[in-house]
């Protein structure tokens, strides 16, 4: 992944009020083992990811947005291509940070990609 690579985020309904996009779209629950998922933008794109998610995993979604590799190492977060469970998937990493960082980095993430608008709303 380049600096500027997309990582492409799954906006769940529930992190949504009207338009605007919450921070909790872009920061782990507990049951993420503090690693949120996203897609690596080298390697598909916004609509076929989101056709993947709520086809394939049955999973929730109202749209796609990102934020880039360079945002998270601003914040010092890791980006981790993992490629589990599928080869473009990335988890940003938040293992370590307080609760409070963790909010704040959300935070931060979510104004970057509210910029950045929608890459793909179905």
Known sequence: MKTDTLLLRQINPNFAQGDRVTSQAFRPTPKDQHLLSV???????????????TTQTQGRSIGVMAVTC?????????????????????????????????????????????????????
Do not use: M
């Not at 293992?95 to 950045?116: D, T």
């Open 39 to 53: 897609d690596d933008g080298d390697q598909i794109t916004a609509a076929a990811a989101f056709d993947r998610f």
């Open 70 to 122: 360079e945002e998270c190492s601003a914040l010092n977060l890791g980006v981790i291509a993992d490629g589990v469970p599928y080869k473009e998937h990335v988890s940003i990493d938040f293992r370590g940070l307080a609760n409070s960082k963790v909010e704040s980095c959300g935070k931060k993430l979510a104004v970057q990609a509210r910029q950045r608008g929608w890459l793909f709303q179905p």
